[in-house]
């Protein structure tokens, strides 16, 4: 018998309806992390978007550096793929070059409030604007 999570239906959808923006809330080890690494992989990889069109924002630095190797990783992954279809490898490989002067966006909240200058999520909101 296989685990399956009691919000599995939820969870199918933030990887795959693309048209809606979502926020994840949960506690820790619930499989966020997981949960965006597949929705990010499936967005490059189904073409909607690229690495630079995406914005990922933790609450820490770890948080951050893992998703980040965690997407690295899964494109590799893609990319070295001979049963996936060739267009998914190519945008695979594509978002792993991303083009001079552009960088993924995944960045901890901290950073993006300028280390402390600002206060919670209201600075967070006002430093995105």
Request: glycine fraction near 10%; charged fraction near 30%.
């Amino acid at each position: 018998m296989t685990f399956r999570p009691t919000d599995e239906a939820a969870r199918e959808r933030t990887r795959s309806d693309f048209g809606t923006s979502l926020v994840l809330e949960a506690g820790a080890g619930t499989g966020k992390t997981t949960l965006l690494v597949d929705r990010i992989e499936a967005l490059v990889r189904s073409g909607t978007a690229r690495l630079d069109q995406i914005a990922a924002v933790t609450f820490s630095e770890n948080a951050a550096i893992t998703m980040k190797l965690r997407v690295r990783e899964r494109l590799e992954e893609a990319r070295a793929d001979v049963r996936a279809p060739a267009i998914e490898r190519e945008r695979a490989s594509n978002a792993l070059r991303p083009p001079a002067g552009t960088a993924p966006r995944v960045r901890s909240s901290a950073r993006l409030q300028g280390r402390g200058r600002g206060r919670g999520g209201h600075a967070l909101c006002r430093g995105l604007g």
